[in-house]
T-cell receptor, first 112, second 111 residues
Framework: DGGITQSPKYLFRKEGQNVTLSCEQNLNHDAMYWYRQDPGQGLRLIYY???????QKGDIAEGYSVSREKKESFPLTVTSAQKNPTAFYLC???????????FGQGTRLTVV | GQNIDQPTEMTATEGAIVQINCTYQTSGFNGLFWYQQHAGEAPTFLSYNVLDGLEEKGRFSSFLSRSKGYSYLLLKELQMKDSASYLC????????????FGTGTRLQVTL
């Protein structure tokens, strides 16, 4: 079945540690995105990538890093520089010539 | 940049009609999306407007006026399962890959 998979669903980390969130899609989509959602809030764009080996900062990129070495994969690293990392992280992908974005089920990150 | 505004919360009665508004200011507009998100879940796509007018899809309709920077989502024959957040998102003209979301409207459907 085609889809977009995020893992793990829940993640706990100690303050000061870097952590990498996985996002894989087998939809042959060109564009991939990372969003952050805080309780009762909308989605804020962290990074996005239109093609392999290229990505752009979104509105809240500070303290995050990404890579796009393969079309299927767009991992997000939450670094220790991110001051408020506890949040719900959503990955999405879109076929460039198409319109809607499809979302993964999200990773809820808690930093203690 | 882009600025997208939606009401924070709305309440409506089962069986009624509700209209959720979205206004946007953007340096370049290339389409507007509506998504539904149940608590703790991923957003799911509802509708897409790029030209002015009304798009109807079953109980859901979406309207766009580009000159006014305004859209609304209309939900008819409300059901309890429609209780969710509704997110408006705008696609950038220059970077067509960039999607910016509003803060979302939390809709509560009551008996």
């Amino acid at each position: 079945d085609g889809g977009i998979t995020q893992s793990p669903k829940y993640l706990f980390r100690k303050e000061g540690q870097n952590v990498t969130l996985s996002c894989e899609q087998n939809l042959n989509h060109d564009a991939m995105y990372w969003y952050r959602q805080d309780p009762g809030q909308g989605l804020r764009l962290i990074y996005y990538s239109q093609i392999v080996n290229d990505f752009q900062k979104g509105d809240i990129a500070e303290g995050y890093s990404v890579s796009r070495e393969k079309k299927e994969s767009f991992p997000l690293t939450v670094t220790s520089a991110q001051k408020n990392p506890t949040a719900f992280y959503l990955c999405a992908s879109r076929f460039e010539m198409n319109t809607e974005a499809f979302f993964g089920q999200g990773t809820r990150l808690t930093v203690v | 940049g882009q600025n997208i505004d939606q009401p924070t919360e709305m309440t409506a009665t089962e069986g009624a009609i509700v209209q959720i508004n979205c206004t946007y200011q953007t340096s370049g507009f290339n389409g507007l999306f509506w998504y539904q998100q149940h608590a703790g879940e991923a957003p799911t796509f509802l509708s897409y407007n790029v030209l002015d007018g009304l798009e109807e899809k079953g109980r859901f309709s979406s309207f766009l006026s580009r000159s006014k920077g305004y859209s609304y989502l209309l939900l008819k024959e409300l059901q309890m399962k429609d209780s969710a957040s509704y997110l408006c998102a705008v696609r950038d003209l220059i970077s067509a890959s960039k999607l910016t979301f509003g803060t979302g409207t939390r809709l509560q459907v009551t008996l």
